[in-house]
């Protein structure tokens, strides 16, 4: 059974674009891969979770990676999106942490601290592009917002969060709402009441709150109509002969000299944290393709 998903609708006679997800088992997941502390799994879950909610009309080859670069304990987050719902991310220090903050919640603010939040679109053209914005608060939402406001001149709603504990991950979801041409001023103050008045996304995926649910709640006003609902998974692109091709990016003497050692040679995608292992017969065997 596939418990995350993410749907999405237009609300107000087409005016609105309304994204919501589940994305629970995705956070648990990379949490239990790569290790990760209560805090830098909910900064790296609301990471992921706004991936997943800017990936739902990805198609071909397109994909939208999210990059945050910053000064706090974490150092930094990367989650990345494909197609048909597969998204895997990782943060640079997973093991930070901080104490509760003034609220007693988990820092993700202080977590992540000041940076910039790069979001690059790869096109089914295989062509990117990228674009950088200062992080408002390193709150993760509100940074995505200042992004779509900032970089792609739309103006959005979007919240991300992560209920978890010292012993886990017990939800995760989040959503996104997008003004449409047409859309006028009365759907504006529909969608500012309706977000101020919203209670915190992990907790209505706690309570057992679905995706539809959640648009239904967020934007009942606004009579929103599914368009698309589609799983979501934790799933990596990496494989066996992916990590031969970066091992021969290191180059022949060092390959030389893996292939010399008394051990086996260990790799570790860094996305998803699945090791690889080499005996020295047959890094051997890698060198002599590239002869």
Request: glycine share 10%; hydrophobic share 45%.
């Amino acid at each position: 059974m596939v418990n995350d998903y993410a749907i999405c609708a237009l609300a107000a006679n087409d005016t609105v674009r309304v994204v919501a997800a589940r994305t629970t088992d995705v956070v648990r997941a990379a949490q239990s891969r790569h290790g990760c502390s209560p805090t830098v799994s909910a900064a790296l879950g609301r990471l992921l979770t706004g991936a997943v909610l800017m990936s739902v009309s990805l198609k071909g080859r397109e994909r939208v990676t999210l990059q945050i670069n910053c000064d706090g304990p974490v150092a930094g987050l990367i989650a990345d999106a494909l197609p048909g719902g597969a998204v895997r991310g990782y943060p640079k220090r997973p093991s930070a942490e901080l104490p509760l903050n003034a609220l007693g919640k988990f820092d993700v603010a202080g977590i992540v601290g000041t940076g910039t939040l790069h979001v690059t679109r790869m096109f089914d053209t295989g062509q990117p592009y990228t674009s950088a914005v200062a992080l408002v608060n390193g709150e993760i939402g509100e940074d995505l917002a200042f992004y779509f406001a900032r970089s792609e001149q739309i103006r959005s709603v979007v919240a991300v969060g992560v209920l978890v504990n010292p012993q886990g991950v017990l939800a995760s979801g989040g959503i996104l709402a997008q003004l449409l041409p047409g859309a006028d001023d009365g759907v504006v103050d529909v969608l500012e009441a309706a977000t101020r008045s919203l209670p915190h996304i992990s907790s209505l995926v706690n309570q057992g709150l679905s995706p539809e649910d959640i648009v239904n709640r967020f934007a009942a006003e606004l009579s929103p109509r599914l368009t698309f609902r589609q799983p979501v998974a934790f799933r990596c692109t990496c494989d066996r002969s992916r990590v031969v091709k970066a091992l021969i990016g290191f180059g022949a003497r060092e390959l030389a000299n893996m292939a010399s050692a008394a051990h086996q040679t260990e790799a570790t995608c860094q996305f998803c944290g699945q090791r690889y292992y080499f005996l020295p017969a047959e890094i051997g065997d890698i060198l002599k393709t590239t002869a």
